[in-house]
C-alpha cells in the first residue's frame, strides 16, 4: 500500500503510517503533478493547502480514502469522492482539548485583564486599580453548544467551582447532568450567565446567533468568549454593546474574514482579541496527525472509519431500494429538527410495510444527519451515526412492522422533548420524497428546496385570507397551500409554500393574529 502525504503533516502521524505502509511526503505539488502521480497511491493525506478536485480524484484509480488532518473539508470533493467509493475522513476532535484549554485562558485573561495590565507595565507604568478583576469562582458560565469543545469547558470549569448553565437542545438532560451542566433556554441562559461561551459551528441557523437583540439581554457585566467560529457574534452589535456599558468585555479568537489585521473589534481596550489559535498547539497537530494515521489505515484494512464523512458502500442491489429512503429520512430529522420545541430526550423510528423488511441502518442514520445538520462539526453518515448519536447522548428507539395501512411503505419519526412530541412521517411516490403526516395532521408536501411556512391554529373564517395579507403585503409570493384539519371550526394545519423567506417581522404578524397558536418558516 502506498499513501501520498502532500501537506504538512506532524512527524507523529507520518511515524505511524510508516509503520504500516509505503509513505512518500511530497510537499507543494502543483495540481497538474498532483493528478500525474495519484494514480499510483490508495490513499492521500492533506491539510488546507493541497485542492483533491474532482479531475485528481478520477485521476485515483487506486484511491480508497482521503484524509484531512483537520476538521474543515473545502478542499476535497466529497461528491467526487463517493461517486468514485472513495472514502473521506477528517480529525473533528484532535484539537479538542486545544480549543477548551484556549477558551478558559481567554475566559481567565477577560477576568484579570492580563493583556492589558501587561501592555501597561512594559510601558513603564505601575497601575493596579484600573485592573480590578473579578473571580470565577461561583460565577455562572453559559455554555453554548455541548458538542466536543464546549463538554471539554465544562469539565474545566468545574475546577473553578463556577455553576454551569448550557443551551443545546440536541443533547439528552443525562448527558448533560453528567456533565454537571443545567440546560436552559438560550434566552434564560442569556440573562443569567456571568460568562458566555460559543462551541457551534457556524451555519444559516447559527449565523450572528448572538446580535443586538441578545445583547440587550445580558447582564451589564457579563464577558464573551469565542473560540468556535467567527459570524456566530454580530461583530459591530457587540462593539456598541461594549462601548455602551451593556457587556463588560469579550474575547474573540475567531472572525468573519480570516486573516484580519484590522476589524472594529480592535478598537476597543475591552476586547481581547487573538489570530485563531484555538488548535494552535503541538500536542494538538499530534493529536489530528495520528487520529488521520488510525483511519487511513482502518480503510485501507477493509475496516471501519471512525469520522468518515461520506456514505459507505451500498450493495447496488439494496441501493435501489434504500437511496431514496435515505433522502426522505433526512428530510423527516431536517423537518422535525425545525418544528420541535424544548430538549430532547429521545427519539422514535417507526418502519412500516416493505421497508421493514431491509436492513434500515442507512436510514436511520440519514435521520440523525437531518436531526443533527448544522449542529454538529460531524457530517453523519452510516460509518458515524451511531458514534455521534452516543456522544450526544441521543436514545434512539426503531420499530419495524411489515404491514402499513395507506403506503407500500413509511417511515415515521417522533422526537419526544421536555416541551412534547412532534411527529413527521413520509415515504417515497413516483420517486420523490413526500412528507405524508405532522404531528395529527395527514397531508401531501414535496420538498422543492425552498421555504414553507407552518402554522397551527384554529379553523374560522377569513383566517387564510389574513395570512395571505400579510404576505402579500411583504411581497412574498405564496406558491401553494395545504390545509388539513381535525375537524370543522377544529384544530388546523396550513402550510404555505412561498417563493422567499418570509421576515421575522411578518411572522410575529401572523403569530398576533387571532386563534393562530404557532408560526414556524422551514426550508426544505
Given at each position: 500500500?502506498?499513501?501520498?502525504?502532500?501537506?504538512?503533516?506532524?512527524?507523529?502521524?507520518?511515524?505511524?503510517?510508516?509503520?504500516?505502509?509505503?509513505?512518500?511526503?511530497?510537499?507543494?505539488?502543483?495540481?497538474?503533478?498532483?493528478?500525474?502521480?495519484?494514480?499510483?497511491?490508495?490513499?492521500?493525506?492533506?491539510?488546507?493547502?493541497?485542492?483533491?478536485?474532482?479531475?485528481?480524484?478520477?485521476?485515483?484509480?487506486?484511491?480508497?480514502?482521503?484524509?484531512?488532518?483537520?476538521?474543515?473539508?473545502?478542499?476535497?470533493?466529497?461528491?467526487?469522492?463517493?461517486?468514485?467509493?472513495?472514502?473521506?475522513?477528517?480529525?473533528?476532535?484532535?484539537?479538542?482539548?486545544?480549543?477548551?484549554?484556549?477558551?478558559?485562558?481567554?475566559?481567565?485573561?477577560?477576568?484579570?485583564?492580563?493583556?492589558?495590565?501587561?501592555?501597561?507595565?512594559?510601558?513603564?507604568?505601575?497601575?493596579?486599580?484600573?485592573?480590578?478583576?473579578?473571580?470565577?469562582?461561583?460565577?455562572?458560565?453559559?455554555?453554548?453548544?455541548?458538542?466536543?469543545?464546549?463538554?471539554?469547558?465544562?469539565?474545566?470549569?468545574?475546577?473553578?467551582?463556577?455553576?454551569?448553565?448550557?443551551?443545546?437542545?440536541?443533547?439528552?438532560?443525562?448527558?448533560?447532568?453528567?456533565?454537571?451542566?443545567?440546560?436552559?433556554?438560550?434566552?434564560?441562559?442569556?440573562?443569567?450567565?456571568?460568562?458566555?461561551?460559543?462551541?457551534?459551528?457556524?451555519?444559516?441557523?447559527?449565523k450572528r446567533l448572538i446580535g443586538a437583540k441578545e445583547l440587550n439581554r445580558v447582564k451589564p457585566t457579563v464577558r464573551i468568549i469565542n473560540c468556535a467560529r467567527g459570524g456566530l457574534i454580530d461583530e459591530e452589535a457587540l462593539l456598541k454593546a461594549i462601548e455602551a456599558g451593556k457587556v463588560a468585555g469579550a474575547a474573540i479568537d475567531v472572525f468573519v474574514k480570516e486573516p484580519v489585521t484590522d476589524s472594529i473589534l480592535f478598537q476597543s481596550d475591552r476586547v481581547i482579541v487573538t489570530p485563531h489559535l484555538g488548535a494552535s498547539t503541538a500536542e494538538a497537530q499530534a493529536s489530528v496527525a495520528l487520529e488521520v494515521a488510525e483511519q487511513v489505515m482502518?480503510?485501507?484494512?477493509?475496516?471501519?472509519?471512525?469520522?468518515?464523512?461520506?456514505?459507505?458502500?451500498?450493495?447496488?442491489?439494496?441501493?435501489?431500494?434504500?437511496?431514496?429512503?435515505?433522502?426522505?429520512?433526512?428530510?423527516?430529522?431536517?423537518?422535525?429538527?425545525?418544528?420541535?420545541?424544548?430538549?430532547?430526550?429521545?427519539?422514535?423510528?417507526?418502519?412500516?410495510?416493505?421497508?421493514?423488511?431491509?436492513?434500515?441502518?442507512?436510514?436511520?442514520?440519514?435521520?440523525?444527519?437531518?436531526?443533527?445538520?448544522?449542529?454538529?462539526?460531524?457530517?453523519?453518515?452510516?460509518?458515524?451515526?451511531?458514534?455521534?448519536?452516543?456522544?450526544?447522548?441521543?436514545?434512539?428507539?426503531?420499530?419495524?412492522?411489515?404491514?402499513?395501512?395507506?403506503?407500500?411503505?413509511?417511515?415515521?419519526?417522533?422526537?419526544?422533548?421536555?416541551?412534547?412530541?412532534?411527529?413527521?412521517?413520509?415515504?417515497?411516490?413516483?420517486?420523490?420524497?413526500?412528507?405524508?403526516?405532522?404531528?395529527?395532521?395527514?397531508?401531501?408536501?414535496?420538498?422543492?428546496?425552498?421555504?414553507?411556512?407552518?402554522?397551527?391554529?384554529?379553523?374560522?373564517?377569513?383566517?387564510?385570507?389574513?395570512?395571505?395579507?400579510?404576505?402579500?403585503?411583504?411581497?412574498?409570493?405564496?406558491?401553494?397551500?395545504?390545509?388539513?384539519?381535525?375537524?370543522?371550526?377544529?384544530?388546523?394545519?396550513?402550510?404555505?409554500?412561498?417563493?422567499?423567506?418570509?421576515?421575522?417581522?411578518?411572522?410575529?404578524?401572523?403569530?398576533?393574529?387571532?386563534?393562530?397558536?404557532?408560526?414556524?418558516?422551514?426550508?426544505?
Amino acid at each position: 500500500m502506498k499513501i501520498l502525504v502532500a501537506d504538512p503533516v506532524a512527524r507523529e502521524g507520518i511515524e505511524a503510517l510508516k509503520a504500516e505502509a509505503e509513505v512518500d511526503v511530497k510537499l507543494g505539488l502543483k495540481p497538474e503533478e498532483l493528478q500525474n502521480i495519484i494514480g499510483e497511491y490508495e490513499a492521500l493525506v492533506v491539510r488546507s493547502e493541497t485542492r483533491a478536485t474532482a479531475e485528481i480524484i478520477h485521476a485515483g484509480k487506486k484511491l480508497q480514502v482521503i484524509a484531512r488532518a483537520g476538521v474543515g473539508l473545502d478542499n476535497i470533493d466529497v461528491d467526487a469522492a463517493t461517486r468514485q467509493g472513495v472514502v473521506v475522513v477528517n480529525a473533528p476532535t484532535g484539537n479538542t482539548i486545544a480549543a477548551a484549554e484556549h477558551t478558559m485562558a481567554l475566559m481567565l485573561a477577560l477576568a484579570r485583564h492580563v493583556p492589558q495590565a501587561n501592555v501597561k507595565l512594559k510601558s513603564g507604568v505601575w497601575q493596579r486599580s484600573d485592573y480590578m478583576g473579578t473571580e470565577l469562582k461561583n460565577k455562572i458560565l453559559g455554555i453554548i453548544g455541548l458538542g466536543n469543545v464546549g463538554s471539554e469547558v465544562a469539565r474545566r470549569a468545574q475546577g473553578f467551582a463556577m455553576r454551569l448553565i448550557g443551551y443545546d437542545p440536541f443533547v439528552s438532560p443525562d448527558y448533560a447532568r453528567n456533565l454537571g451542566v443545567e440546560l436552559v433556554s438560550l434566552e434564560q441562559l442569556l440573562k443569567d450567565s456571568d460568562f458566555i461561551t460559543l462551541h457551534l459551528p457556524l451555519t444559516s441557523q447559527t449565523k450572528r446567533l448572538i446580535g443586538a437583540k441578545e445583547l440587550n439581554r445580558v447582564k451589564p457585566t457579563v464577558r464573551i468568549i469565542n473560540c468556535a467560529r467567527g459570524g456566530l457574534i454580530d461583530e459591530e452589535a457587540l462593539l456598541k454593546a461594549i462601548e455602551a456599558g451593556k457587556v463588560a468585555g469579550a474575547a474573540i479568537d475567531v472572525f468573519v474574514k480570516e486573516p484580519v489585521t484590522d476589524s472594529i473589534l480592535f478598537q476597543s481596550d475591552r476586547v481581547i482579541v487573538t489570530p485563531h489559535l484555538g488548535a494552535s498547539t503541538a500536542e494538538a497537530q499530534a493529536s489530528v496527525a495520528l487520529e488521520v494515521a488510525e483511519q487511513v489505515m482502518a480503510v485501507l484494512k477493509g475496516q471501519p472509519a471512525k469520522y468518515a464523512v461520506n456514505a459507505p458502500h451500498i450493495p447496488a442491489e439494496m441501493l435501489a431500494v434504500l437511496a431514496p429512503f435515505m433522502q426522505v429520512a433526512s428530510t423527516l430529522g431536517s423537518l422535525a429538527r425545525q418544528l420541535m420545541e424544548g430538549q430532547m430526550n429521545r427519539i422514535q423510528i417507526k418502519y412500516s410495510g416493505e421497508i421493514a423488511n431491509y436492513d434500515t441502518t442507512a436510514i436511520k442514520a440519514s435521520i440523525i444527519g437531518g436531526l443533527l445538520e448544522g449542529i454538529s462539526e460531524e457530517r453523519v453518515n452510516l460509518v458515524n451515526a451511531t458514534i455521534i448519536a452516543a456522544q450526544r447522548g441521543m436514545k434512539i428507539i426503531e420499530q419495524k412492522e411489515t404491514t402499513c395501512e395507506n403506503y407500500a411503505s413509511l417511515v415515521t419519526l417522533e422526537v419526544i422533548t421536555d416541551a412534547g412530541t412532534t411527529t413527521v412521517a413520509g415515504t417515497v411516490l413516483r420517486g420523490e420524497t413526500h412528507i405524508v403526516r405532522v404531528n395529527d395532521f395527514w397531508l401531501d408536501i414535496t420538498p422543492t428546496g425552498g421555504y414553507f411556512l407552518f402554522s397551527d391554529h384554529r379553523d374560522r373564517p377569513g383566517l387564510i385570507g389574513a395570512v395571505g395579507t400579510i404576505t402579500g403585503k411583504a411581497d412574498i409570493n405564496i406558491s401553494s397551500m395545504q390545509l388539513a384539519r381535525l375537524q370543522p371550526r377544529g384544530q388546523a394545519l396550513m402550510i404555505l409554500a412561498l417563493d422567499e423567506a418570509l421576515p421575522e417581522e411578518q411572522i410575529q404578524e401572523i403569530l398576533a393574529l387571532s386563534d393562530v397558536h404557532t408560526a414556524k418558516l422551514v426550508k426544505l
